[in-house]
């Protein structure tokens, strides 16, 4: 069964501080993977993709990691802003019988305390 | 902004009924994919269509249908609504057939919230 699971289900972190949210999925056959950033009651935000062959990716503060052998991805946040706090979803991409397949994960929601 | 509208922005109804929510994709985007996000939950993927025709299908009520016009707008129609329809209602648009899968980006629009009573 595509699976994509993200850990933790929330955390708070002073501003300035480092933190880094999981991801892992059971997708097959996988083609790519995302994160979003998603502000309250707003559309979702897409900040990184990586493909298989693909294992890091940044975007400013931002950096995801994937390792397609374990199948896990990471995304790591430098130095918080209170403007980070947001829901961090990962959402993975297969493609099957000639349709594309979006599995998403339920987010990390991620709150950055003064 | 991203570029995608939505309308209306928000949608007060009873149930049983239908309503039609509207999505306007980014100027060139031929891919629509349309979410249900409920309270506190996680995107739920609905349906995606490609330049009119559906293109993929995620977990979409026989309730609901959408479709994709000519000039790219499209609709998500739901009907015989139930209080568990009640949730945040995404739209989003990508310029290639295959959108996220080969890798495009996707762009969210503001979202419709229905709340059904």
């Known amino acids: 069964k595509n699976q994509v699971e993200q850990s933790p289900q929330s955390l708070i972190i002073l501003e300035g501080k480092n933190c880094t949210l999981q991801c892992n999925y059971t997708v097959s056959p996988f083609s790519n993977l995302r994160w979003y950033k998603q502000d309250t009651g707003r559309g979702p935000v897409s900040l990184t993709i990586?493909?298989?062959?693909?294992n890091t990716k940044s975007n400013g503060r931002y950096t995801a990691t994937l390792d397609a052998d374990t199948k896990q991805s990471s995304l790591h946040i430098t130095a918080s802003q209170l403007s980070d706090s947001a829901s961090y979803i990962c959402?993975?991409?297969?493609?099957?019988?000639?349709?594309?397949?979006?599995?998403f994960g339920a987010g990390t929601r991620l709150a950055v305390h003064p | 902004d991203s570029g995608v509208t939505q309308t209306p922005k928000h949608l007060i109804t009873a149930t049983g009924q239908r309503v039609t929510l509207r999505c306007s994709p980014r100027?060139?985007?031929?891919?629509v994919y349309w979410y249900q996000q409920s309270l506190d939950q996680g995107l739920q993927f609905l349906i995606q269509y490609y330049n009119g025709e559906e293109r993929a299908k995620g977990n979409i009520l026989e309730r609901f249908s959408a479709q994709q016009f000519p000039d790219l707008h499209s609709e998500l129609n739901l009907s015989s609504l139930e209080l568990g329809d009640s949730a945040l209602y995404f739209c989003a648009s990508s310029v290639g057939i295959w959108g996220a899968v080969k890798g495009d980006t996707q762009y969210f629009g503001p979202g419709t919230r229905l709340t059904v009573l």
């Open positions: 100027s060139g985007d031929l891919s």
């Open positions: 990586m493909t298989f062959s693909e």
């Open positions: 959402v993975v991409s297969a493609e099957t019988g000639g349709y594309n397949k979006l599995i």
